[in-house]
């Protein structure tokens, strides 16, 4: 138990819905990461957060969107589903931003139909 | 950009045979490396990391990998493979050292034959 936890674990919904997978990190860790897994693209970085701010941006599209809340729990959000964004998206999170040891979540498998 | 490649997205070793994941890394500054594991249905686990430390780096459950600047390479070993070791291997390189976000390479399965 890497002590990051992702809710919920699996989800299913049609085109052109919006979804809201959270995460919640180890107890201490100040950052956050969201990654997306997917088998034709692999492990996708999408955004960092440290201590509520956006620390850093990847491979993002503008249909999603994140954010941490002064609890440190994060949210995306992804809008406006297509089938090509059916993944699994993992939750990470750091004590800070310089060791890139990074704790993993189980994920969120997302499947749109 | 920094950027990780590693051969071979499936190896397939017999038990107690020696196991060899390749990972080559592009880096224009000294880079933090790592390597992750992915068991079926679960997370990435840590299993070691470079930070310009020893370049030799030992691990967990056994694994170890070595930094070769001159190769530009980081790749992951154990002397002797073991049925628990069958997972997803996953090569990371840190951009840039003020930034904890991770680039992966594309993965490599392995399998361990009885």
């Known amino acids: 138990d890497s002590g990051v936890t992702q809710t919920p674990k699996h989800l299913i919904t049609a085109t052109g819905q919006r979804v809201t997978l959270r995460c919640s990190p180890r107890s201490g860790d100040l950052s956050v990461y969201w990654y997306q897994q997917s088998l034709d693209q692999g492990l996708q970085f999408l955004i960092q957060y440290y201590n509520g701010e956006e620390r850093a941006k990847g491979n993002i599209l503008e249909r999603f969107s994140a954010q941490q809340f002064p609890d440190l729990h994060s949210e995306l959000n992804l809008s406006s589903l297509e089938l090509g964004d059916s993944a699994l998206y993992f939750c990470?999170?750091?004590?800070?931003?310089?060791?890139?040891?990074?704790?993993f979540g189980e994920g969120s498998r997302l499947t749109v139909l | 950009a920094q950027s990780v490649t590693q051969l071979g997205s499936h190896v397939s070793v017999s038990e107690g045979a020696l196991v060899l994941l390749r990972c080559n890394y592009s880096?224009?500054?000294?880079?933090?490396l790592f390597w992750y594991v992915q068991y079926p249905n679960q997370g990435l686990q840590l299993l070691l990391k470079y930070t310009s430390a020893a370049t030799l780096v030992k691990g967990i459950n056994g694994f170890e990998a070595e930094f070769k600047k001159s190769e530009t390479s980081f790749h992951l070993t154990k002397p002797s493979a073991h049925m628990s070791d069958a997972a997803e291997y996953f090569c990371?390189?840190?951009?840039?050292?003020?930034?904890?976000?991770?680039?992966f390479g594309k993965g490599t399965k392995l399998s361990v034959k009885p």
């Open positions: 990371a390189v840190s951009p840039l050292v003020s930034q904890g976000n991770l680039i």
């Open positions: 880096s224009s500054v000294p880079p933090y």
């Open positions: 990470a999170s750091s004590v800070d931003f310089l060791t890139g040891e990074l704790f």
